[in-house]
């Protein structure tokens, strides 16, 4: 097991930070910003309720406040009931302030989040396409593809926006919270420290069913896709046998994969609703507890109104704390997967790397060649001493498992020699030189591959469409003697072949 495994959630998401890039960083001082004008926003909203509903219960009350009565009587009014309209109207602009404030932090956020994760899909494909050919030999490629797609996408929503959402949240929650101690310090402590302690309490109670849950939806996500591959790359030998054992063992995994993605939602959701009917129940105690003080129900009701507003911006923000802390410590295991990915080294890439092909004019030279994938495994080559001269048409014969396939690599420039050189006119293939000498090689694998696109890109595969030479294409074809074929078809080499090359050409009215 990779040691990245291993780690805290904290040890995680600091390496993950490493990969976000300088452009990133610098978007997150202007949703820093986005978040201190939600902290303003909510402030106001809470603040503003408080002469709003004093203007409903009692507003002659307002003429002798200390905040309130200078700024009163310094706009001329002088009967209460010409204040309802504009606290109305002010209380109802703090509210709709609030809410395009929060709608802003929401869409920067949202969009921030799955930019970076657009950025680092990009970096584990490009790492992944520059691992050394001996790696990709070695690896599953269904642990690969689900880690691509599944994984890495999925670091959006169980690391980067729940990173967002528990820092926008927590300050907003600590903002409101020491407006709301202002207010009512008392009954404003005892409701955060018994709601936050109920979320810890659920937060530890779960914790380890989170984590195996976790850990079984990655494991089944890598089982799904390799049963899918295998499914389809061997769909001759199942339709013949039958494909009853595929498709028990496709629901065993997608099954488990479904439950365990159900159980993280259940645990992140369920909460909300308990902390919901206790904070009703705790509102209901707190209007008859103030209903018994000096001025009785109808000098209270601004101080309640306050709370009230106060707990309805609270619940959800603890709430949002508490389900994202629960999608990061269930993602983990998904989060580590991607982690590995992102740590496979780059290739030192030569600073003067050499872009014309390295001269080919007399010969191929293989010198004391030895290959092992590994110092524990048998030597696969063993001393291969070789000349290939220019021209030359050569067949390798052996038994299987005698090291054909790797001396043609080598050759190649796919994989590098334990030990010994290959050369070519004296030069020795290595680092700095292997792109220059893959421009004279061409390959027709084992396996054919063809892309689901034009006769053209497929002869060309490798090139951009636009980069594509009509001559050379036409000329290879000749080359190959398929070209008559081709030219008859109607679209000639834009004929789309699709995967495999499995989609029947039209012919033209000519053929």
Known sequence: MNPIHSWTLVEMLSALWKHVGRRRRIQLIAIGALMLLSIIAELASIGAILPFLGALSAPENLFSNAWAGPLVHGLGLVDPNQLLLPLTVLFGLAILFSAAARIALLWAQTRFSFAIGADLGMDVYRR???????????????????GIMNKVGSLVFIAILPVLNMASSALILISVMCLLVMIEPVISIITFLGFGAIYALI????????????????????????LLQEGLGGIRDILIGGPEIYLRYFRNADLSLRRSSANIAIIGGVPRYAIEALATILIASMAYAMAGRSGGLTATIPVLGALALGAQRILPLLQQIYHSFTAMRGGKAVLADALVLLAQPMPVIPAMAEDEPIPFQQEIVFRDLRFRYNHQASWILNGIDLKIPRGCRLGVIGVTGSGKSTLIDILMGLISPTQGTLSVDGRVVGEANRRAWQMHIAHVPQ?????????????????????????????AAEQAQIAATIENWRDGYGTVVGERGIRPPAVSANG
């Open 447 to 475: 396996n054919i591959f063809l892309a689901d696109t034009s006769i053209a890109e497929n002869i060309a595969f490798g090139l951009a469409k636009d980069e594509v030479n009509p001559q050379r294409v036409r000329l």
């Open 128 to 146: 992944t396409l520059y691992q050394p050919y001996a790696v990709h030999v070695a690896r599953n490629s269904s642990e690969v593809i689900s």
């Open 203 to 226: 937060s530890g109670l779960t914790k380890q069913q989170l984590l195996r849950d976790g850990q079984l939806v990655t494991q089944e996500q890598n089982q799904l896709l390799k």
